[in-house]
């Protein structure tokens, strides 16, 4: 469905980072922490994707996030390109590891 790539023509001169979290929420990837992922994303000039089983979304895009379906267990991986890439990737996987600030 959401199936977003890279433009081909993309300057080759730019940072890229990889990383990969595991989604701790015991509701996955549901509105609230795909909420605060995408405002997260949205802070950074880089290009962000995730990547989860054959899907690739973009990281600032609710609903691209909300079509993945993640279930907690979930090993999603993060790609970013662009100036920020290292921190945008540093910052997403932060805040996976704190559960993206939700307690239930």
């Given at each position: 469905m ?5 433009n081909?023509?993309q300057n080759?001169?730019q940072?890229?980072?990889?990383a990969t ?5 015991e ?6 922490p795909?909420?605060e ?15 989860f ?13 909300l079509?993945?379906?993640a ?5 999603i991986r993060?790609?970013a390109c ?6 945008a ?9 704190n559960?993206?600030?939700?307690n239930?």
């Amino acid at each position: 469905m959401f199936n977003f790539r890279k433009n081909q023509n993309q300057n080759q001169t730019q940072n890229t980072c990889v990383a990969t979290f595991v989604v701790l929420n015991e509701k996955g990837l549901h509105t609230r922490p795909s909420t605060e992922l995408v405002k997260c994303a949205s802070s950074f000039h880089s290009h962000i994707q995730l990547h989860f089983r054959e899907y690739t979304v973009n990281a600032k895009s609710l609903l691209g996030i909300l079509m993945l379906a993640a279930a907690k267990g979930s090993k999603i991986r993060v790609e970013a390109c662009g100036e920020d890439a290292s921190l945008a990737v540093d910052a997403i996987v932060k805040l996976a590891k704190n559960k993206f600030f939700i307690n239930y």
